[in-house]
């Protein structure tokens, strides 16, 4: 079981622009790959709900499919960033089981914040939004927000340069620095927008 990050979908392991995605790979050496999109995923609709909604409801659901249909007696899973946190806390729980090893991507359980992180905790910035009746947050541009997408994309623009994109600028200022510059080819850089919700 393949499972993705929050504000993105399965595609991130199907990307058509390397050589060979992470979904090939496994593949490749003799892996059954099961991805899914769980509530986070930009392939479904917004919706309000929880990280524990997940870990209670969608995790459980997708391993109990994998084992009915393969008749396997247990499966491994490759979790990554916030999809990552919601499984471990499904195991946790006890609500995951007949999972015999798990390989989690940027975070696990206990994740540890950057500083920046910290700073948009501590001033509450996501209180923030809802009070000027923001119900979500996009990198890129979301014509329900036009004012506030103006204001982070000549903020972002001005304190990011690695690159000219302003959808990268975003993302680092969302999610801090997701990858580095050198090892992304310029295909993939250049269909961000495609990835990210």
Same mark, same amino acid.
């Given at each position: 079981?393949? @499972?993705?990050?929050?504000?993105?979908?399965?595609?991130?392991?199907?990307?058509?622009?390397?050589? !060979?995605? +992470? #979904?090939?790979?496994?593949?490749?050496? &003799?892996?059954? @790959?099961?991805?899914?999109?769980?509530?986070?995923?930009?392939?479904?609709?917004?919706?309000?709900?929880?990280?524990?909604?997940? #870990?209670?409801?969608? +995790?459980?659901?997708?391993?109990?499919? *994998?084992?009915?249909?393969? %008749?396997?007696?247990?499966? !491994?899973?490759?979790?990554?960033? *916030? &999809?990552?946190?919601?499984?471990?806390?499904?195991?946790?729980?006890?609500? @995951?089981?007949?999972?015999?090893?798990?390989?989690?991507?940027?975070?696990?359980?206990?994740? *540890?914040?950057?500083?920046?992180?910290?700073?948009?905790?501590?001033?509450?910035?996501?209180?923030?939004?809802? %009070?000027?009746?923001?119900?979500?947050?996009?990198?890129?541009?979301?014509?329900?927000?036009?004012?506030?997408?103006?204001?982070?994309? #000549?903020?972002?623009?001005?304190?990011? =340069?690695?690159?000219?994109?302003?959808?990268? =600028?975003?993302?680092? +200022?969302?999610?801090? =620095?997701? +990858?580095?510059?050198?090892?992304?080819?310029?295909?993939? =850089?250049? %269909?961000?927008?495609?990835?990210? &919700?």
């Amino acid at each position: 079981l393949v @499972v993705h990050g929050g504000s993105v979908s399965s595609k991130m392991f199907t990307l058509p622009t390397v050589q !060979q995605n +992470f #979904a090939e790979f496994l593949y490749l050496n &003799g892996y059954d @790959v099961w991805l899914i999109d769980w509530r986070a995923s930009i392939n479904l609709p917004v919706r309000l709900s929880t990280l524990a909604d997940a #870990a209670q409801f969608d +995790f459980p659901k997708a391993v109990d499919v *994998i084992l009915k249909e393969t %008749r396997a007696d247990s499966i !491994q899973a490759v979790v990554h960033c *916030i &999809g990552s946190l919601a499984f471990f806390m499904s195991v946790q729980r006890g609500w @995951v089981k007949k999972v015999r090893s798990i390989a989690g991507s940027a975070v696990a359980l206990h994740p *540890i914040v950057g500083a920046v992180e910290k700073a948009k905790t501590a001033i509450h910035l996501a209180a923030q939004l809802r %009070r000027l009746g923001m119900t979500e947050v996009s990198p890129l541009a979301d014509p329900m927000y036009p004012l506030y997408s103006l204001a982070v994309t #000549a903020m972002v623009n001005s304190v990011h =340069h690695e690159c000219t994109s302003t959808i990268c =600028h975003k993302l680092t +200022f969302m999610y801090g =620095h997701v +990858f580095l510059h050198k090892a992304l080819n310029l295909e993939t =850089h250049q %269909r961000l927008a495609e990835q990210f &919700g």
